[in-house]
């Protein structure tokens, strides 16, 4: 049996905002290393920039009702990290939170298939305001790789039971990070780094780097009581 498969339990409203939670203190515990990582071909606050989007999205989440469902949870995330998050890096993980929640509906419990729709909606999200695709050296080579990742382990998991949103999860969060990896020899096609042409290679993409903090984050979470 693989990790997505199984009879795992269903992620509730506290799963999602446990997620945020512990998507802030990754990001907090790697700011300095973003940070860097942005100043190689970026503006060198993209660390900085995320960790106080984050705190802001735990701090609005402390205000909601306890019977919020899962996707009012990713839709206040979201605007805190747009009202907080400065230059693109706001609207772009704001936007991926809210379509997320969008894409979750009023539903009280979510489970795997769930999870994979609401995680595609987000990269979708991306895509649209971002205008990038696979190979341009941003977070959509860590996000998309990791949407395929859930998918594929959902669709290997019908074939022999239900698959579970830890397992889902997990295979995500291990796409995510080769995909930050596999940004490192790329040249940037988008953004600041692409004016630095040839010399934005031998870098990993902060944005992919922290969208792989951030999916970690989630199997964390996710996997907590399996």
Same mark, same amino acid.
């Given at each position: 049996?693989?990790?997505?498969?199984? $009879?795992?339990?269903? +992620?509730?409203?506290?799963?999602?905002?446990?997620?945020?939670? *512990?998507?802030?203190?990754?990001?907090? =515990?790697? @700011?300095?290393?973003?940070?860097?990582?942005?100043?190689?071909?970026?503006?060198?606050?993209?660390?900085?920039? %995320?960790?106080?989007? !984050? #705190?802001?999205?735990?701090?609005? +989440? $402390?205000? +909601?009702?306890?019977?919020? /469902? /899962?996707?009012?949870?990713?839709?206040?995330?979201? #605007?805190?990290?747009?009202?907080?998050?400065?230059?693109?890096?706001? /609207?772009?993980?704001?936007?991926? !939170? *809210?379509?997320?929640?969008? &894409?979750?509906?009023?539903?009280?419990?979510?489970?795997? @298939?769930?999870?994979?729709? &609401?995680?595609?909606?987000? !990269?979708?999200?991306?895509?649209?305001?971002?205008?990038?695709?696979?190979?341009?050296?941003?977070?959509?080579?860590? +996000?998309?790789?990791?949407?395929?990742?859930?998918? =594929?382990?959902?669709?290997?998991?019908?074939?022999?039971?239900? @698959?579970?949103?830890?397992?889902?999860?997990?295979?995500?969060?291990?796409?995510?990070?080769?995909?930050?990896? &596999?940004?490192? /020899?790329?040249?940037? *096609?988008?953004?600041?780094? $692409?004016?630095?042409?040839?010399?934005?290679?031998?870098? %990993?993409?902060?944005?992919?780097?922290?969208?792989?903090?951030?999916?970690?984050? !989630?199997?964390?979470? @996710?996997?907590?009581?399996?």
């Amino acid at each position: 049996m693989s990790g997505a498969q199984g $009879s795992g339990r269903p +992620l509730n409203a506290g799963d999602f905002a446990a997620w945020i939670g *512990r998507a802030a203190e990754l990001v907090a =515990a790697d @700011a300095d290393r973003l940070t860097r990582l942005d100043a190689a071909i970026g503006d060198g606050d993209h660390g900085h920039n %995320m960790d106080r989007g !984050l #705190r802001a999205a735990t701090e609005a +989440l $402390s205000g +909601l009702p306890e019977d919020a /469902p /899962p996707g009012k949870v990713l839709i206040t995330a979201g #605007r805190a990290i747009v009202s907080r998050t400065g230059g693109a890096s706001g /609207p772009l993980y704001g936007t991926a !939170l *809210r379509r997320a929640g969008k &894409a979750l509906g009023d539903a009280a419990e979510v489970d795997a @298939a769930a999870l994979g729709s &609401a995680l595609r909606a987000a !990269l979708e999200g991306v895509r649209e305001l971002g205008k990038a695709a696979e190979g341009d050296k941003t977070m959509v080579d860590a +996000l998309a790789p990791a949407v395929a990742a859930c998918e =594929a382990a959902l669709a290997g998991a019908s074939r022999d039971g239900g @698959a579970t949103p830890a397992g889902c999860a997990r295979a995500a969060a291990d796409a995510a990070e080769r995909g930050a990896d &596999a940004t490192v /020899p790329m040249q940037a *096609r988008k953004g600041r780094a $692409s004016y630095l042409g040839a010399r934005s290679t031998g870098h %990993m993409d902060p944005g992919a780097a922290s969208t792989a903090l951030i999916l970690r984050a !989630l199997a964390e979470v @996710a996997g907590r009581g399996e």
